[in-house]
């Protein structure tokens, strides 16, 4: 059946091809409407397009798109297919065969109700080194001018090839290590029996990895030289965990066409006047992505492909950097009425926080005060990239 859709979307692509771009208004955008993340890399393998529905501007929810046939074409006519992996989510091997620099490459996309979209061509742009990553304290303003906020801020060194590697974008991937507080924690479940929380359902040590919510970009047209430093990255303040245990940032430098830089930028504009840009639901801003049988509806997204190189650093120990060291997920002053808790309410899980030379302090908590593999992006065991000294 799959084979069958894919051959119905070539057929009509070649008899009847779309090439009008939309270029959206906040006021265009309804609930509902079909949203394309498809960013791919000359990286091979697996690689994956997210495919969902548009939610309500406030408090959006991730809605998925599934049961869709997705494809990615070259100029030469070779497909690849994109299997669905989880809910909207469509993922491929690429294999280096298919990788070509320089070559176009499109997307094929068909939704269960029958609607056919297709991408303009992006280009394959090849990427160029990053020669180092490095930081340096700094410490930043903030609304109250007698007050800063002390931490470290990554920089880089990079080289730019103006024949193929025109316009850049980077993408920050950060891992730290991170405790939970030495409290003693219970559990009331519903057995109706107050216990230690089993080793299962506890840990106090987890590794937590997040995109950094910011993009940057660079048009390196005109540039004087091919080598461009001490290009300033993200500030990592000392007001969390982030730099008490360790810290490893990965940087993706990404050479991408001229329509993806366009894209790109736009969204590092409206991010700066926004909240962020790691949501499931880009912002209102031009696609390359159109329905070849209705121009008129709202797309929102973007498909492009792009060269990519990544390099890590790891930091520990910052000299002259005062570390994180204030409490918290402190429990609740008081004990809940166990016998008057609903089934619906367990379980409830408690800590008890003991200070020296008085009484100790036992309420309620949440689970991920408990066991930080709750925490978004959290995991029990150190990454494989992670120092074992």
């Known amino acids: ?36 993340s498809a960013h791919l890399s000359d990286k091979p393998g697996e690689q994956v397009i997210s495919i969902s529905r548009s939610d309500k501007l406030l408090f959006p ?8 046939s997705v494809a990615v074409e070259d100029q030469n006519g070779n497909i690849l297919e994109f299997t669905e992996t989880l809910p909207g989510d469509y993922a491929a091997e690429i294999t280096v065969e298919f990788l070509e620099q320089s070559a176009l490459y499109r997307l094929l996309l068909l939704t269960p109700d029958g609607n056919r979209y297709e991408s303009e061509y992006s280009r394959l742009r090849q990427s160029t080194r990053i020669d180092s990553i490095y930081y340096e304290l700094e ?32 993408e ?19 057995d109706r029996i107050l216990k230690p929380v089993p080793d299962i359902l506890a840990d106090k040590q987890c590794w937590i990895t997040a995109y950094v919510n910011a993009i940057f970009t660079l048009d390196a047209r005109n540039l004087n030289s091919p080598e461009f430093e001490y290009m300033p990255l993200h500030h990592v303040s000392n007001e969390t965990q982030r730099l008490s245990y360790g ?28 909240s962020g840009i790691y949501s499931r639901q880009p ?16 797309i929102l997204g973007f498909f492009s492909i792009s060269g990519l190189v990544e390099r890590r650093i790891f930091v520990q120990d910052v000299e002259d950097l005062k570390k994180y060291n204030i409490m918290f997920c402190y429990p609740m002053p008081e004990q809940p009425r166990y016998r008057y808790l609903n089934t619906a309410d367990l379980p409830v899980y408690i800590s008890r926080v003991e200070f020296p030379d008085s009484l100790a302090r036992m309420g309620t908590t949440t689970h991920e ?18 120092p074992t000294e």
């Open 369 to 386: 005060c408990v066991d930080c593999r709750e925490r978004t992006g959290s995991i029990g065991d150190p990454p494989d990239f992670w």
């Open 139 to 170: 410490s930043i303003p903030t609304s109250d001018p007698l007050v800063t906020v002390d931490g470290i801020r990554f920089y880089m060194d990079f080289l730019v090839d103006p024949d193929s590697a025109e316009y850049m974008r980077w």
């Open 247 to 274: 810290y490893s940032l990965l940087v993706r430098q990404i050479s991408m066409d001229e329509p993806a830089f366009r894209y790109w930028d736009e969204l590092k504009k409206n991010s700066q006047e926004n």
């Open 172 to 190: 920050l991937l950060e891992t730290y290590e991170f405790h939970n507080p030495p409290y003693v924690d219970f559990i009331y479940s519903f």
């Open 61 to 68: 929810k991730y809605i998925p798109e599934t049961g869709c």
């Open 1 to 36: 059946m799959r084979v069958i859709k894919l051959l119905f979307i070539l057929f009509v692509l070649v008899v009847t091809g779309c090439v009008e771009r939309y270029y959206p208004t906040e006021d265009d955008v309804i609930t509902g409407s079909l949203v394309v």
């Open 283 to 298: 912002s209102i801003i031009p696609s390359n992505i159109c329905n070849c049988d209705d121009p008129e509806e709202k």
